[in-house]
């Protein structure tokens, strides 16, 4: 039995117990919207079919300092975290920015600091999850969102988990709630490699918890994690079909695209890449680290966003039965600069985040902003 067909008969076994006992009984979550070497070259290219032929791409905000992610909100606003200084900055709905509230105990260096934000809907009222880097570790907390639209405030923290590994580099830091209502968690190896292969270690990993920050039920060791051998994981995402995605970073030579399987252990730091090695899920897509260093990711339909930094593009992937449908495409490639995130919105178009300010890139007059990237029909 191959890896990747020895997984799937493990999910199968996993997912019918997500179904007895998940985490649908839980606050559902806001929605969201609403290979071998497969690196393009702009020059040989083919137009993606979601990109308009000149798409009219718009800023929607200006002025953020190290932005690393972007929740939209109902009647067109959005939170966006900034790394650095562990602000939630507020764009409301007529286009102004504001700062909510700063996250308490947030510690930056490196490339720990704030990172991902989740929003969740309650009987008493919308509560924000942070992902964030303190003083000794990462930590996740949930905030009560106060006020309204446009006059949005953080209320008091409490912890949902910590002790998740922390360096100044590797911390992962991706957040979202999943269409079984589990929050999802990734972390990094945190400068630990031989972590990412302890099933008892939280680095490395992607968690799946209940939004109270327990292992969620039907998880495949009884534990909080979901999936294992991850270096640095900072994308995660589902397509239409339910199948759940990661974009991961490499070391030196090679990028990921994973589809993500409960229980299964995707290599690092035993293979980087498609190895084709026993025991270990080989992903859908890579790329070498110039083209990618890949962090947000986002779905529409099967087709799938990826945010590149180092590679400062966009890529697309369409998928089809938890493949890869074809060669991805680049977009955009240069031209923003480093992409850190990636969302799907309900009017049919991606915002894109971009990070040139994070002490890697060269800032524009106006970096980093905030991009609204319309979609063409589906093909």
């Known amino acids: 039995m191959t890896p990747r067909a020895r997984c799937a008969v493990i999910g199968c076994l996993v997912l019918a117990s997500i179904v007895a006992a998940g985490c649908t009984a839980a ?7 609403a290979a071998p070497t497969v690196g393009l070259s702009p020059s040989t290219a083919p137009e993606p079919a979601w990109w308009r032929t000149t798409p009219d791409v718009a800023t929607l905000a200006s002025g953020l300092a190290s932005p ?14 900034q790394r650095d200084d562990g602000t939630v900055r507020e764009l409301t709905p007529d286009g102004g920015l504001r700062t909510a509230g700063t996250v308490p105990g947030v510690v930056s260096g490196g490339e720990s600091g704030l990172h991902g934000l989740a929003l969740l809907r309650t009987a008493d009222g919308p509560v924000l999850y942070a992902y964030f880097g303190a003083a000794d570790d990462n930590r996740v907390v949930r905030m009560p969102l106060l006020g309204v639209s446009g006059a949005l405030e953080l209320g008091e923290p409490d912890v949902v988990l910590d002790g998740i590994p922390k360096a100044r580099n590797h911390d992962g830091g991706r957040i979202a709630f999943g269409p079984d209502g589990c929050l ?38 009884d534990t909080r994690v979901w999936s294992m051998g991850h270096r640095n994981v900072q994308g995660i995402a589902w397509t239409a079909d339910g199948t759940m995605w990661a974009s991961e970073f490499g070391q030196n030579t090679w990028d990921e695209l994973n589809r993500i399987e409960p229980g299964a252990n995707y290599g690092w730091p035993v293979v980087e890449g498609a190895a084709q090695r026993d025991g270990y899920v080989d992903p859908v897509a890579q790329w070498p ?18 945010a590149g930094l180092r590679g400062e593009r966009l890529w697309q992937v369409d998928t089809a039965d938890g493949e890869a449908a074809g060669e991805p495409v680049a977009a955009f490639t240069g031209q923003f600069g480093r992409l850190r995130d990636v969302v799907a919105v309900r009017d049919r178009s991606l915002w894109v985040l971009t990070n040139n300010t994070d002490g890697r890139g060269d800032p524009g007059p106006h970096d980093d902003l905030l991009l609204r990237v319309p979609l063409a029909p589906s093909p």
């Open 27 to 33: 606050p559902q979550p806001v929605p969201s919207s």
């Open 68 to 81: 690393w992610s972007v929740v939209p909100l109902d009647g067109g606003g959005a939170l966006i975290s």
């Open 184 to 221: 999802y968690v990734t972390t990094g190896d945190a400068g630990r490699p031989e972590a990412a292969q302890d099933r008892d270690a939280l680095g490395g990993k992607i968690l799946r918890l209940t939004p109270d920050g327990d292992a969620a039920p039907g998880n495949p060791w």
């Open 289 to 306: 680290t110039s083209e990618a260093s890949p962090s947000g990711l986002a779905s529409v339909g099967s087709t799938l966003f990826l």
